[in-house]
């Protein structure tokens, strides 16, 4: 079974606070998302990485970075918090080649609260 | 780019009844694949079916079966024997098979009555 983790359920923080999203995945794959889900939206693309310190902007990068220094594992920087920002975070990964499904896996989910 | 439509913001359906949801996509692609996903107060994203667009049978997964309709752009979730434990949002996902990435619906929340 694929597992994906993130750091924290719930996160608290102050407007202009830098914040570190982190998550981490044990199934040795390639892609890694990050998303922010807010009501009636759905689920929208921040950024994604395909390989190790490769990255691509998502729909909605403006106010977000991105780090992948090792394949398991890709942060999500918010380099000054904002309440706008205020969001479910939610990472997911994906594998390719042959047998890949195609499908996204999941992590757990981070609320934010900026405020 | 690829759009996803779910028209049904909430839903609600007795016990045991059956339910279905609408999504609806526009994309210019011929190979692609659809997903519907639940999630649950747990907040955990789960995937509940998979249909490759080049398949023509549609998909099923126990109490759970699509209707795809290719040229209508139309991929609805049915599900049968509703139960309590179905009660969750779920989304609909177009993904290209040309790349990684998914679009997602807005969701719909389903309730399942006692």
């Known amino acids: 079974d694929v597992k994906v983790t993130q750091s924290s359920r719930y996160l608290v923080k102050r407007t202009g606070e830098k914040v570190f999203l982190e998550c981490v995945q044990d199934?040795?794959?390639?892609?890694m998302f990050w998303y922010r889900q807010d009501p009636g939206l759905g689920l929208r693309l921040i950024y994604f990485s395909y390989d190790v310190k490769m990255k691509e902007k998502g729909d909605i990068p403006e106010g977000y970075s991105v780090s992948r220094e090792k394949k398991e594992r890709f942060s999500l920087i918010l380099e000054s918090a904002s309440t706008n920002q205020t969001s479910m975070y939610l990472c997911?990964?994906?594998?390719?080649?042959?047998?890949?499904?195609?499908?996204?896996?999941f992590g757990p989910g981070t609320r934010l609260t900026v405020t | 780019a690829q759009t996803v439509t779910q028209s049904q913001p909430e839903m609600s359906v007795q016990e045991a009844e059956t339910v279905t949801l609408s999504c609806t996509y526009d994309?210019?692609?011929?190979?692609?694949?659809l997903f519907w996903y639940k999630q649950p107060p747990s907040r955990q994203m789960i995937l509940v079916i998979r249909?490759?667009?080049?398949?023509?049978q549609n998909a099923t997964e126990n109490r759970f079966s699509v209707n795809f309709q290719k040229a209508a752009k139309s991929f609805s979730l049915k599900i049968s024997d509703s139960q309590l434990g179905d009660t969750a949002m779920y989304f609909c996902?177009?993904?290209?098979?040309?790349?990684?990435?998914?679009?997602f619906g807005e969701g719909t929340q389903l309730t399942v009555n006692p």
């Open positions: 996902a177009f993904g290209e098979t040309s790349g990684s990435r998914l679009t």
């Open positions: 997911a990964t994906r594998g390719t080649g042959t047998g890949s499904s195609y499908e996204q896996y």
């Open positions: 994309t210019s692609e011929n190979n692609y694949y």
């Open positions: 199934m040795d794959h390639e892609n």
């Open positions: 249909q490759e667009a080049y398949k023509q």
